[in-house]
């Protein structure tokens, strides 16, 4: 006997694809269509060139999924999810050696695409206030990097107006290190940015020799030059498999950190983190905000400059 989820009258006449369709469709019916057409897709457990997570445990799928109705920007609503976002985000900067990871900020995103454009961004604002405080031009920042970047990094730079200086990858040099990091920088960087994983070869990029060559630098003209790390593949690794490579807070000039949840933090797409050293980096650089929404006042770790969660508020809290 047919199936008759196949045979419904539903069915008979295929719905547009560019408009909405004129009558309303059963929910069962819309339901296979998308499905049979999801069909196509490949198996996400057989793509092998995946950097992303594609198996997770049924616990994990569990939580996913009881929280996938909550509206995570209403803190009130929701405290009890707000304070577990939080409470990881502490836990990461124990992990990575944080001086006080009680006085850290971080905060959860989309992906480490995200995570990467709120630590350039705090990069930015940290050195547009600098140089204003100094009565210094603004107008061309730079921001200092690998070639072997992930391509996040110039669409940041693409964003907001900033000069990618590639450093080239060599047979020599590989990877950034502190040989050559010198040549690219001046008064107008903002940061350089080290991997810790890099996306084509899986390096790690030696964070404390760059750190200790601007260390040096700063001795020499006075340029205080911050180090951004992307650990978007190697953050939940190096930690565990290799604890005694120094490349986090314990590091001075690491004011900033991002990692990708859904690579090797284990769950699915898209979670990504970012955590600063330091809240007075991101209250410096206007980079959270305080909003008052339904009755209390709170901090907002900005995601994005809010553009994907874009409150605003017409009082202040004090």
């Known amino acids: 006997m047919p199936n008759p989820q196949f045979f419904d009258d539903a069915e008979t006449v295929k719905p547009p694809t560019d408009r909405l369709n004129d009558d309303p469709l059963p929910s069962e019916a819309a339901y296979q ?31 996913m999924a009881a929280s996938a109705d909550k509206n995570m920007i209403d803190k009130d609503e929701y405290p009890a999810s707000a304070a577990i976002e939080q409470r990881c985000a502490t836990m990461m ?50 921001l200092v990097m690998s070639s072997g970047v992930q391509v996040v990094w110039e669409k940041f730079c693409n964003y907001w107006d900033i000069e990618p200086r590639y450093v080239p990858v060599t047979e020599e040099h590989p990877t ?11 008064e107008n960087t903002i940061g350089v940015v080290a991997i810790m994983g890099v996306t084509y070869t899986g390096s790690y990029e030696p ?24 650990a978007a593949s190697g ?23 991002n990692t990708s949840g ?35 006042c709170r901090p907002l770790p900005s995601t ?5 969660r874009r409150f605003s ?6």
């Open 33 to 63: 269509i998308v499905m049979d057409e999801a069909m196509l897709d490949g198996n996400a457990r057989l793509n092998l060139a995946t950097f992303v997570t594609t198996w997770m445990d049924e616990n994990a799928n569990k939580i």
């Open 304 to 308: 994005f400059l809010d553009l994907g």
């Open 207 to 230: 964070v404390a020799e760059i750190a200790k060559t601007l260390d040096d630098h700063q001795a020499a003209t006075g340029l205080d030059i911050p180090i951004h790390v992307d």
């Open 93 to 142: 900067a124990t992990l990575w050696n944080a001086p006080s990871p009680t006085t850290t900020i971080g905060v959860s995103t989309i992906g480490s695409s995200e995570a990467c454009m709120l630590g350039g961004l705090a990069l930015k604002r940290r050195w547009k206030q600098a140089r204003t405080a100094a009565g210094k031009d603004t107008n061309t920042p730079n």
């Open 235 to 257: 953050g939940f690794i190096a930690p565990f498999l290799q604890p005694d490579i120094v490349w986090d807070f314990r590091l001075p000039r690491v004011k900033s950190i």
């Open 262 to 296: 859904h690579k090797y933090g284990l769950v699915y797409p898209g979670l990504g983190w970012v955590v600063w050293r330091e809240k007075v980096i991101c209250r410096k650089t206007s980079s959270s905000m305080s909003v008052t929404w339904a009755g209390t």
């Open 313 to 318: 508020s017409s009082t202040t809290c004090s």
């Open 176 to 186: 950034l290190d502190g040989a050559t990091v010198t040549d690219y920088i001046d």
